[in-house]
């Protein structure tokens, strides 16, 4: 990476999803992944999709994972903004997370993470504004503007549902 003082760069980043083929979810994947959901199984033959994207639960050891890697990322990089996109507080009913309710029977039920979530972000916010106080945090919404969420963001970004609406109509 060749790097250029007069430019600014960004990190594109995804705040409830992470890359299936990674080594480490590869690894982690049984702790990480929110309970109910789908088990990841790597395609025959090898090939990795760039776009296999796969959830993560906040409450599990993936934050502290991401934010120490973000973290050496945006100094090592010089990065002054963060820019999230699919972002989601997902539903989780991990015993292990810490995650879910028990019902009158006994049965185990998923909640959404919104406290988890809202850690997650603040962490991050905290990570950008102490190696620069100017950095930018922004976050894409999509008319979902979840203020325990985004109340770590300097600049919320929505519209897409309306271009999606407008191209059916077309």
Known sequence: L????????IMYCSGSNTWA??????????EWRPVPSRRFTPKPGGEKEWWAMTSFCPN?????????NMSKSVKRENIHGLYYDNWRAQ???????????????????PV????AQ??????????????????????????QPWMSICSFVDLMATGEQ???GLARRV
Do not use: W
Not at 21 to 30: A, G, H, K, L, R
């Open 118 to 143: 809202r850690e997650y972000y603040k962490r991050a916010y905290v990570i950008m504004k102490e190696h620069n106080p100017a950095s930018i945090v922004a976050h894409h919404m999509s008319g």
């Open 60 to 68: 599990s050891s993936f934050t502290d994972f991401y934010m120490a």
């Open 21 to 30: 083929y990674s080594p480490e979810y590869q690894y982690y994947q049984e």
């Open 162 to 164: 309306y271009a999606s």
């Open 91 to 109: 539903p989780c009913a991990s015993e292990t997370h810490g995650c879910g309710y028990l019902d009158e029977q006994g049965k185990r039920h």
């Open 112 to 115: 959404s993470q919104l406290l």
């Open 2 to 9: 060749q790097k250029t003082e007069n430019i600014s760069s």
